[in-house]
């Protein structure tokens, strides 16, 4: 059985004490929420239909990204792979 939104965020806001707190203040967590959940169903559907199937953990970042207007940074070439997604190459 998977987390619920809730559930998620407190693992996340726990798991953001072992990161550097001066980090957090410029790069603060973001929640996971409904508006994220449908676009990552919309996602996945969008790409299984042009062939492209990406991991979930992918699909989720990538996901979250687009439902929050946000540009990922990324040294993983696999983020290429979504059409609608900014993305800047680190590597």
């Not at 953001?16 to 603060?28: C, F, I, K």
């Not at 967590?29 to 991991?55: K, P, T």
Request: with cysteine; charged share 10%.
């Amino acid at each position: 059985m998977g987390l619920t939104p809730p559930q998620l965020n407190i693992r996340l806001m726990s798991c953001a004490t072992s990161v550097s707190p001066q980090l957090l203040e410029v790069m603060p967590i973001e929640a996971f929420d409904g508006q994220v959940a449908s676009i990552y169903g919309q996602l996945r559907a969008d790409l299984q239909r042009v062939g492209i199937s990406l991991a979930a953990m992918y699909l989720l970042i990538a996901a979250h990204a687009l439902a929050l207007g946000r540009t990922l940074v990324s040294d993983d070439r696999v983020f290429a792979q979504v059409p609608q997604l900014q993305c800047w190459s680190v590597g």
